[in-house]
């Protein structure tokens, strides 16, 4: 099993910063991905942000040039810095990790969530 526990989220004013972190644990043979998901109310889930084993990256069109998603793989943990917030940024944010196990089995992890609330 993985666990993933994230941390960073809050209350901001419009224009300012958080920024998130996801740690993962446990069984893990190799992270191949880590990202991050945003579900507001009333909303479905949609991705963030992810990076590859690689270190290739993926945004979403809302967040281009205001988040920077960062990985460091000898702590298995994923970052996302959030600049210029908006209000329409609120949502729980939730970590996820494409994880191969030690078994060899390959499954999704997600976190509990994280509450980011940006105020106008």
């Known amino acids: 099993q993985v666990q993933l526990v994230e941390s960073g989220g809050g209350l901001v004013q419009a224009g300012g910063s958080l920024r998130l972190s996801c740690a993962a644990s446990g069984r893990i043979g190799r992270i191949n991905a880590m990202g991050w998901y945003r579900q507001a109310p009333g909303k479905q889930r949609e991705l963030v942000s992810d990076?590859?084993?690689?270190?290739?990256?993926n945004y979403a069109d809302s967040v281009k040039g205001r988040f920077t998603i960062s990985r460091d793989n000898a702590k298995n943990t994923v970052y996302l810095q959030m600049n210029s917030l908006k209000p329409e940024d609120t949502a729980v944010y939730y970590c996820n990790a494409d994880v191969l196990g030690l078994a060899l089995k390959r499954d999704v992890y997600w976190g509990q969530g994280t509450q980011v609330t940006v105020s106008s």
């Open positions: 990076i590859i084993i690689g270190g290739s990256t």
